[in-house]
């Protein structure tokens, strides 16, 4: 942040800025206050976020939401969700140069887990499903798509067909393998998306990025505090967020692991996700929702596998790269753990099944 924009930002929030960037975020610029109550303050990536007011839009509407339910429930709306601070004249500031700058209240005394072990991933499911829990009877259909597309499994599949198609640097023929392997799985890209579309499943207020480290933990006790980086919240079905936790959570090795033989997929963390989720959700989760639960971590996982190989065969032009062809490698990591999760199916399903009953 340059100096004169930062002095402006200050002066739009009544606040003092310390200038080094907090955190380890790689798409939104963060910074902290001096000041107390602390914010966190942030520079939007609108490269990746075209349409900021809308997604604010989005973010205030969830966050006054749960706050209400947490404040019903004797809770500190203030600690357990985030808390969008106002700049002076506005939601957020725009600064000369076109940027915009938003504001939370800092969430004192807590912490970010990135080590994932079944009892966090416990907790994490405890999280999200009580955030999805509280958001059950929002109406998800009036918030906007901020990426459009984002878990739309068949529209990930039309984008790697037209890749191939393209064959910008020259990679289909290498690729080959790779892309016979998604498109053997083309009938089961719609598995959520057509059940959106007639009614059987619902739809519902979804976070879109349910890692582990997207929630804080109190850092006396350990226990959640509070779902963050709602910038990707929109419409969709619970399973994209139950699916996409398990497809990193539950991973045995790093999406980028090129040793396959360490690649699979860990059910004593399904079940430990699985456990919590299902404790928070109760009831607000459906009979369609549960059946599928297994096969929305298979389906996040391919749909990640395909992108990684989209972007492999465009040039390397959405994912950040650090090696020759390591979108490909990526891709080759997701297949081998979406093989995995197949043949894990009935036992998956078994784990749900015993969670329910307990």
């Avoid at 040793?259 to 997929?265: E, G, I, T």
Wanted: with cysteine; hydrophobic share 40%.
């Amino acid at each position: 942040m340059e100096n004169n924009t930062l002095a402006l930002v200050e002066e739009a929030y009544g606040i003092k800025i310390i200038p080094e960037l907090y955190g380890n975020g790689h798409i939104n610029k963060t910074y902290v206050t001096e000041t107390y109550p602390r914010l966190i303050v942030q520079e939007i990536n609108t490269n990746i976020f075209k349409d900021p007011v809308s997604m604010m839009k989005n973010i205030i509407g969830v966050t006054e939401h749960l706050g209400k339910k947490l404040r019903a429930c004797g809770k500190d709306s203030d600690r357990y969700t985030l808390t969008v601070v106002p700049a002076k004249d506005g939601d957020m500031y725009k600064s000369f140069d076109g940027k915009f700058y938003r504001a939370y209240l800092f969430i004192e005394e807590s912490q970010c887990f990135d080590m994932v072990t079944p009892e966090t991933l416990r907790l994490a499911g405890l999280a999200f499903g009580e955030f999805g829990k509280q958001l059950a009877d929002f109406p998800a259909e009036i918030l906007s798509e901020t990426i459009p597309h984002f878990h739309d499994t068949p529209s990930r599949y039309a984008d790697l067909l037209t890749a191939i198609e393209k064959d910008a640097v020259g990679r289909a023929a290498e690729d080959e393998a790779e892309i016979n392997f998604f498109k053997e799985y083309a009938i089961f890209y719609g598995t959520v998306t057509e059940r959106l579309a007639d009614g059987r499943l619902p739809l519902a207020v979804t976070h879109n990025d349910t890692k582990i480290n997207n929630i804080l933990f109190d850092a006396d006790d350990g226990h959640p505090l509070a779902v963050i980086d709602l910038d990707t919240v929109m419409p969709g079905s619970r399973l994209y967020d139950f699916g996409d936790a398990l497809r990193t959570g539950a991973a045995t090795a790093a999406e980028d692991e090129t040793d396959l033989s360490l690649v699979s997929f860990d059910k004593e963390k399904f079940a430990a996700f699985t456990k919590g989720y299902l404790e928070a959700t109760g009831d607000a989760i459906t009979e369609e929702e549960l059946d599928l639960l297994p096969e929305s971590a298979l389906l996040l996982t391919l749909e990640c596998g395909m992108r990684f190989l989209t972007d492999d065969l465009n040039g390397d032009v959405y994912f950040r790269t650090h090696r020759p062809r390591h979108n490909l490698d990526r891709a080759r990591n997701q297949i081998k753990q979406a093989q995995e999760i197949e043949k894990m199916l009935p036992e998956l399903h078994e784990i749900v099944n015993n969670c329910l009953q307990k």
